[in-house]
């Protein structure tokens, strides 16, 4: 696609001055709800206003959701034609992807050069793959014993609540939305309160695709206020949240009521090994990719690099001259690779670890400042430092920043004893030469997925969640089939069948 300079950009797509709900395919009045400015992280220039939906703005959403799935056509079309309707969802996400990756730069600050060409594929191709695994998905037989065969088939659970993160609004939102749909479920997404712009677009092109009302519904607001009034709504039946960890478990517990299916991916704090026999260039470049891609805040981050002694001192010097190239800038210029911090309240809270890494004794190494030459924004210098230890808190907590810890080690045990010395298992990397070590070392760390001498890979097929306090569920072809639908089983005799007389004043025999 052409790659617009940032002027044009800015004049090329329309902004809506107000974000509200959409229910039955429509976009609903303001009403009367508390009012949210959104801001461009970019210059802090106003962007929109969001109308913030309450208990009763969530009802009508949910009612809608649930109408569609109980009465409406959706779960019981052919497949055939559901396959078709996808098809027209994917073909107008591409047909629009320069819109919808301008205002995911707009939301996210997220360079639009990595949105338009690393995202926007990827968003339409979800809604491709979720219809690819309904339409291949095939059931069970079994046949214990000989008079009965019992039939094991795939349905659709019913109304889902979608909670989507700030840090990649449309790609981890489709990501959700296009199995649930692709099953036969019908959904309620709420995306969060800081970047609504480019999935409030989404779900509008996707009704002008040719998807039957009720089927996807948004809602907007806070977490405290409408994700908790969605998560708790006795019309859901299922609920994925994908975000901090914190409110992964406030969200767990309002769903709790209800024995709603719950799934959450949550955070990290991931383990990336250098061993002393790794390519260094690769293991460089693939260190620095993965805690500074998407601006650093993304859950898979290899934020602490843990590095082996006798190569610590140059690897650690290499990485922070590169760091010191990275330009940082205005997310509509080409030639921008980190923007701004996504909001006010977490770029302040990022600022604030540099503070904390020295009060625990860490060494800055390079960054942690505001960068210069910008009066508004949220921009930060990407930033490394050198911990003294496993618990200082910026090896502890998840700053989701451009913000990398140092660690050194002597031995591989000690590098597999600090990957695990965490309250999180999402993601591990691991660097060397020696596949027989790498495999060695993968199986004993506690993460979901281990990635041995690459950056950031997900394979769409593969199972993707955290141990521990990383998640709960998997994503993935089975983990979405195992979330999204219900099995059933249906036995039916083969023959005539004998069954013990009851009620007839016959003694048993």
């Known amino acids: 696609m052409p790659q617009p300079s940032p002027a044009s950009a800015a004049t090329s797509f329309h902004v809506p001055s107000l974000i509200t709900r959409i229910v039955d395919g429509r976009v609903a009045a303001a009403g009367a709800g508390h009012q949210m400015r959104i801001v461009n992280p970019a210059d802090e220039s106003a962007l929109t206003v969001l109308v913030e939906d309450d208990a009763a703005a969530v009802d009508e959403a949910v009612r809608s959701a649930r109408a569609a799935f109980d009465t409406g056509p959706w779960p019981r079309l052919p497949l055939a ?5 996808m098809g027209q969802v994917r073909d107008t996400i591409l047909a629009h992807a320069e819109e919808l990756a301008y205002l995911d730069c707009l939301d996210t600050g997220i360079p639009l050069w990595d949105i338009r060409g690393r995202k926007m594929s990827r968003i339409a191709d979800n809604f491709q793959f979720a219809m690819d695994i309904a339409n291949t998905l095939s059931g069970e037989t079994y046949q214990q014993n000989e008079q009965y065969l019992s039939l094991v088939t795939h349905s659709p659970v019913g109304v889902a609540a979608i909670l989507a993160p700030w840090n990649s609004p449309m ?12 099953f036969g479920n019908t959904c309620v997404i709420k995306p969060s309160e800081f970047t609504p712009l480019s999935v409030f677009r989404l779900v509008q092109l996707m009704h002008e695709a040719g998807l039957p009302p009720g089927v996807v519904n948004l809602v907007n607001g806070r977490g405290t206020v409408t994700g908790a009034a969605l998560a708790s709504h006795p019309g859901i039946d299922l609920v994925k949240f994908t975000g901090g960890t914190a409110t992964g478990k406030r969200i767990m517990a309002a769903a709790s009521g209800g024995l709603k299916k719950v799934g959450l991916e949550l955070g990290g704090k991931s383990a990336n090994i250098i061993l002393e ?5 690769a293991a ?3 260190a620095l990719l993965s805690i500074f891609s998407n601006n650093g805040q993304q859950c898979l981050a290899g934020s602490r690099i843990l590095v082996q002694r006798p190569i610590a001192d ?11 190239q ?22 302040e809270r990022v600022l604030s670890y540099v503070d904390i890494a020295r009060e625990d004794g860490a060494q800055i190494l390079v960054g942690g400042t505001r960068a210069p030459g910008f009066d508004k924004g949220y921009y930060f210098l990407p930033t490394a430092v050198l911990a003294p230890d496993n618990q200082a808190r910026v090896c502890r907590d998840e700053i989701f920043a451009p913000f990398a810890t140092f660690l050194i080690f002597d031995t591989e045990e000690e590098a597999i004893a600090i990957a695990n010395d965490s309250d999180f298992g999402l993601v591990g990397y691991v660097w060397t030469q020696d596949v027989t070590k790498a ?6 760390i506690n993460a979901g997925t281990i990635l041995i001498n690459t950056s950031m890979v997900r394979e769409v097929r593969a199972p993707f969640g955290g141990f521990k306090q990383s998640g709960i ?20 005799p083969l023959g005539p069948v004998t069954m013990r007389p009851i009620g007839t004043g016959q003694a048993p025999s």
């Open 284 to 286: 460089l470049t693939g």
């Open 439 to 444: 495999m060695g070392i993968s199986q004993r």
């Open 473 to 492: 569920g998997r994503d993935g072809l089975r983990g979405t089939v195992e979330f999204f639908t219900e099995p059933r089983t249906t036995t039916i």
């Open 314 to 324: 140059r690897f650690i010097a290499a990485f922070v001259e590169r760091v010191k």
């Open 326 to 347: 990275i330009k940082v800038g205005d997310p509509l210029a080409p030639d921008t690779e980190i923007g701004p911090m996504a909001f006010r309240e977490h770029y």
């Open 81 to 85: 034609t559901k396959r078709r309707i």
């Open 171 to 182: 790609s981890l939102a489709s990501m959700q939305i296009a199995p649930c749909i692709a």
């Open 277 to 281: 026999d790794a390519n260094f260039d």
